[in-house]
């Protein structure tokens, strides 16, 4: 996006990738569908130590610009749940669309092409008043000069796709603070002997809310052999801070409270009642580590007192449990954290203190929610930076 942006501006632009096949994570995302963007994006759906830093660049490219795009070159696309777009073909058409674009702006591209050293001068003012080339890269496919040099090398999530720290290890040759790096949209995992008794229950898949702070979502929860999945897992993982228990609402939909009471006179068993809602296999284990944490036990519910079924009530409504940690970058999605955005300029994604440096995408401190948001991000930073160098 940066580079065919910079190129329509009549600019001299090479991209230089280490990968051996042009941009891996558009092919394997959205079920090799490419969920491209969201339709309601907003400042709001991203994770930064500095929230208010991604607005600039949102809101001068929109998913409606990046819909345009697809449009000119007539690829289909679709609408999924909370306003995520897919294309109707396989991703690699998206990847193609971008690479054409890329071509006919004159952009030459490399590949697969290692980067060595990075050398930098600062500007020197030329013969009428221009600027001296400042950054020099020596590659495996000869040396390239330029007055910009813009890094776009993602995050740490998914190494099977090329992913690598290099853009991190620039940032520090340069002086550029980095924030705490960690796995976003990534499923969390339980110590193995408090995940025994959920373990056999793999694939059970639940509607919840789930609440760390003051973000909830509510999506699929899925039970994996080490913990826990799914959209509603994923996206709280990125705000999830270690130690710390989750807060997930087994029922959103039900006031637990008016339903037990209404059942005093039932004489069925508490883990047969909640059926009509759980998977009989979840409702028994969930029933029976109640008994064991709280001591109500799995009874008939005639046989509840009113401090019983609000133990229950508050169980089910607030079930509280604390990952022992998450399943690592080889399952995350994004990486959260990044180059410190304080040093960046909002604008123009330019560095403050080195000027001519740009850093965009995943390798910044900003991390979209779940559903299509990174990719926006990824043509927002994307299109600030390339019309700016």
Known sequence: ????????RGRSVVLLDHAKKLAEKIRISGGGHCNFTNINTKPENFVSANPDFCR?????YTPQDFIALLQKHSIGYHE???GQLFGDDEAEVIVAMLRDECDAAGVKRFMSCEIGEIKHTPYAPEVGGGKKAKFYVSTS????EAVSLVVATGGLSIPKTGATPFGYHVAEQFGIPITKLKPGLVP?????DDWKPYADLTGVSLDVTVSFGKQSFRENMLVTHRGLSGPAILQISSYWQHGEPLHINLLPGCDMATLLDEQKGSKKLLSNF?????????SDVWCAQLAEKSG???????QYNDKQRKQITAALHDWQITPSGTAGYNKAEVTCGGIDTRALSSKTMECIEV???YFIGEVVDVTGQLGGYNFQWAWASGYAAGQAV
Request: charged share 15%.
């Open 56 to 60: 600039s660049a949102l809101a001068r």
């Open 188 to 192: 969390l995992t339980f110590a193995p």
């Open 355 to 357: 000027p001519g440096l």
């Open 1 to 8: 996006m940066c580079a065919l942006q910079a190129g329509q």
């Open 80 to 82: 999924k749940t909370l």
């Open 141 to 144: 496919r000869g040396e390239f």
């Open 274 to 282: 909640l059926i009509q809602w759980f998977p009989k296999s979840f």
């Open 296 to 302: 109500v036990e799995n009874k008939p519910l005639n």
